[in-house]
Each structure stands twice: as C-alpha cells, then as structure tokens.
C-alpha cells in the first residue's frame, strides 16, 4: 500500500479561522448533504431540513483514504458552486462546538481538502448561518467531467477505509429519499450500473 497522500493547506489553520468566525457566542449549525446526514458521527439538539442556494452536491471529489485509495481513487460528494442543494442542518450547542468542530476537522479535513463556508441555510423555521463543507473547482481533488465508463468503472472497483464508492453513493440515495430529496443526478449515476 502507497503512503497516504499529504494535506495541500494546515489542516489545523483552518480550524481556527472557523473557529473564530464561528466566534462561539451562539450554537452551532453544521450543513450535511452527503455522509454526514446517515453519520454525523457527533450529538446534536435538533435536526432539521435546509436548502441552501448557490451550491450543489455534486458527486465530483476524490477519495484517496476512505472511499478509494492513492492508486485507484473512488469518490465523495463536494458542494460545487451553481445551483441549490437540499440536506439537513444539525444543531450543537454552543458550549460543545468547539469540541465538535475539532471532531469534525478530523473526519473531514484530514487532507484540507474543503474550503468551509458559514452558508445561509433556509428551513422551515427560518434561515441560519451554517458551516458547509464546499470544493473548489480548481481543487485537485475535484474530478472535473467524468464519462459514464469511468463513473462506471469507480462504482466497480473503488474502495477505502469506509467501503466502496458504490457503497457510499447507495447509502446517500437511500437516506436522502428517506427525508423527500430527490437527486436526480445520483439516481442518474446509479442507474448506469443497470446497463
């Protein structure tokens, strides 16, 4: 197994400039729109469905650790800009997000590879400043257009720490079905597996 590719940015700068634009006078809202809605992985006081405009999920980023290797790269989902994105936001309390942003950053930003950004996030009970884990197109991990062989090769092949890429989009569809979103581009993905 090749050595585990290096973060491009400090992992732990990044933290801190959340940190302090968080500011932690308030609780903090965290945006999920892929893994994070079936595993957030941290408690939360309350859970509720978001949108936020100028962005969307889009499955376009590689995994080189959890859901592909160095050599065989899989993939994750990134929040590109254009468009609109349906997930949840969670609610920490305030006297635990500093803690949680930590735990976080570990499952997240081991690699630096997100740009965070505190988003407008619209839900039912009004809108709040949520933190969203969003990608650069310039990023190197951004995959660029993919054909459907290739996306159809990754679904075959790719696999990390946490299992298949395949594994991964399967779990997102299904949870996000579970809370009425439709993602029409990823039930477009799945179905080339049908062919």
């Not at 957030?40 to 949108?51: L, S």
């Not at 468009?83 to 997240?108: D, F, H, N, S």
């Amino acid at each position: 197994m090749s050595e585990l590719p290096k973060p491009l940015r400090d992992p732990a700068a990044l933290l801190e400039k959340a940190l302090a634009e968080w500011g932690g006078h308030e609780d903090l809202w965290v945006f999920a729109y892929g893994s994070l809605i079936w595993r957030p992985d941290f408690d939360y006081v309350e859970r509720r469905p978001a949108r936020v405009h100028g962005w969307h999920r889009a499955l376009k980023m590689w995994s080189r650790i959890n859901r592909g290797t160095p050599e065989r790269p899989g993939l994750v989902f990134g929040m590109l800009s254009g468009g609109c994105c349906r997930g949840m936001v969670y609610r920490i309390p305030k006297a635990v997000g500093a803690e949680t942003l930590a735990m976080l950053w570990l499952r997240e930003m081991k690699l630096a590879v997100y740009d965070a950004r505190w988003l407008p996030a619209e839900t039912p009970l009004g809108t709040v400043s949520a933190l969203a884990f969003t990608l650069s197109r310039r990023s190197p991990s951004h995959t660029g257009e993919l054909s459907e062989a290739e996306y159809r090769r990754i679904f075959n092949e790719a696999r990390g720490i946490y299992g298949t890429t395949l594994d991964y989009a399967h779990r997102t569809h299904e949870e996000l079905k579970r809370h009425n979103i439709r993602d029409r581009h990823l039930e477009r993905l799945l179905k080339l597996l049908e062919r």
